[in-house]
């Protein structure tokens, strides 16, 4: 199924991507963003309300990540 996916994370991009159905937001953020990420770390928002790990994504979601702590070099 369908989605838009919105990652503001470093260089960030916004796409429509293919997931497979009953992807939930935690299973979303391993396969986007890595095993590295930390979703505590991230504000995650579908349709652009807060939600839940385990919530289960439908076609056409708007999914956003945006790191909430920003680490300065």
Not at 18 to 35: H, P, S, Y
């Amino acid at each position: 199924m369908k989605i838009f996916f919105i990652n503001n994370d470093g260089n960030g991009f916004a796409d429509d991507i293919e997931i497979e159905g009953g992807t939930t937001v935690e299973q979303l953020f391993a396969l986007e963003l890595g095993r590295y990420a930390k979703p505590q770390d991230y504000l995650i928002r579908v349709n652009r309300q807060p939600c839940s790990r385990n919530q289960v994504l439908q076609e056409d979601d708007r999914v956003s990540v945006t790191p909430s702590k920003i680490q300065v070099a």
